[in-house]
Nanobody
Framework: QVQLVESGGGLVQPGGSLRLSCAASGIIFSIYTMGWYRQAPGKQRELVAT???????NYADFVKGRFTISRDNAKNTVYLQMNSLKPEDTAVYYC?????????WGQGTQVTVSS
């Protein structure tokens, strides 16, 4: 059974930082493209960042220079370091694992940026 378990969300003030983690099990983690997506209330789910099996990284324009995605294949874990957070970053953040034809999602973790 595949599981993606996110952690690290919470409430943070504007300008603050959070580090999200996603621990994967039930897959050969190292061969999957891992990603973070987010969904704000009333909006569609959108890409935040992805990292491939050979560590090619792609970021959405709105997080470039603020967020960093990384992976630790020994721990089957992908991370999202989020700095300089803004109120518009408030959303549920989801972990994604993808290798055609399979795709899996975590349950999401809430990130709220507010003073």
């Amino acid at each position: 059974q595949v599981q993606l378990v996110e952690s690290g969300g919470g409430l943070v003030q504007p300008g603050g930082s959070l580090r999200l983690s996603c621990a994967a099990s039930g897959i050969i983690f190292s061969i999957y493209t891992m990603g973070w997506y987010r969904q704000a209330p009333g909006k569609q789910r959108e890409l935040v960042a992805t990292i491939t099996s050979n560590r090619y990284i792609n970021y959405a324009d709105f997080v470039k220079g603020r967020f960093t995605i990384s992976r630790d294949n020994a721990k089957n874990t992908v991370y999202l370091q989020m700095n300089s957070l803004k109120p518009e970053d408030t959303a549920v953040y989801y972990c994604n694992a993808r290798k055609f034809p399979s795709e899996y999602w975590g349950q999401g973790t809430q990130v709220t940026v507010s003073s």
